[in-house]
């Protein structure tokens, strides 16, 4: 079967609403009734609106480039089994999306754990090659000191994460990346509203903290490499 | 007390608790004046801080570069055939899940309240076949010892299933004549004896009102 990728211009342009994909607009209540009809084309269309940030997303979790790509299609086979199960709105997608996908990095990170005791460290002294390649946020019409430099942030800020408490990292991955909101974060985590709000705040702080010494730490490795050079 | 007296390290350690006190408070803070959602006495306050406190100021710099690039690593481009792949694997699961469905519509047919019902029904009419509560065993009125002693008395041609039909038939009937005769002298008894007590409180009634 080939599933050459394609424009779904023609097949939803029709659609009035609020989503876009590949410049075409669609209605995402009438593309999930599609998908739980197990239509390929509007399921595909699916994918293509979501893939990018639960690709993302398994990545905050993993910051493995292969393990982000195989957690983020099982999330997706997952969605698609239980999409019949998903009786809310277009509103409520995301937060079940996202909690779907989370689920998925954490018993793979358990997995991993119980399989390879070293694995954890591994990941969280990972380098920068593991990086994904394709990577959008970068400016095109950045020069390539500056594209260097804004990779070496993100970079820099997938590793502050890594070094966070899991708590910290669900909350800065589901709220300050994705953009839930504080309500949806406490129902993915099954946490009060309150406690969810001054968890975020002590969350911003500790990935601060930590990012402030590995910015010292890199200042100083710089500063030796300059003085042996 | 005399102020010469007070140790000089104990008043570092006051000034030191202090300073730790105002930044854990203004640290509190931190992330609200980064959105500027501070009133104004509070902005200023923690403004202040920020410009005697080091340590604060640089936490507050890293918190203002996050709220400017979190956001950023909300969506990574997918590696090259990723949608692709997805759509194998669920074509994939969408066929295993088409040969699992056979034994799911067994199960699910088995699962319906109907079929309860109907089971129960079956279930009733087997016993009744098998008792004596219509009145006809239709098993046990068929004996072949007695069917083969029987069998040399009648023509070949009577002994049909016409024929058992009929005797089972009769002896249906004659089961049910008992029953309700059964039941007829129960009835019987049971209204005289109603009749009798109704008359005997009747007379004990009529002479308490004379």
Redesign the interface.
Known sequence: ?N???FSVRSVYNNRTTNFTLEGATIDIEQLLQACRR?E?LA??AF??LY???L??LS??YLRN?AEA?EL??EA??HV??NLHQFSGHAAGLEPWLFAITRHCCIDRQRHNKARLPSAANSVSNGTDDEW??????LDAGATPEQTLATKQ??NM??RALQETSEETRDL?LLK????LKIEEVANILGLPVGTVKSKC?RA??E???V??RLGAENDLRDSVQGANS | MNHEQVPEHFTQQVLDTLQLDACRQA??L??EHAHNLLPLLHAELIRQHLENCSDCR??HT??V???A????????????G??????????L??VT?RHEQKPRRFVAWLMRPRFALESAYAMTVIVMLFSDLTGVNAFDTFDPALWERARPRFPESAMTFEHLSTQLSEQAEQQTEKMTTKYDDTARAIESWTREKYTAFREQYTALMR
């Not at chain 1, 300050?176 to 953009?179: E, H, K, T």
């Open positions: 079967m599933w050459e990728p197990h390929p399921w595909e994918v293509r893939q990018h940030r690709y993302a990545f905050g480039t790509e983020a299609q997706f086979v698609f089994r994904p390649e394709h990577d959008e946020l942030d993100q800020l997938y800065i300050d990346i994705q953009g705040h911003k702080i990935l601060a903290k990012l402030l | 640290q509190a931190l992330d640089a936490l890293a918190i570069m996050l709220n690039r979190l956001p950023a690593l909300q969506s990574l481009r997918v590696p090259q990723f949608t692709a792949s997805v759509m194998q694997r669920t074509v699961q969408e899940r």
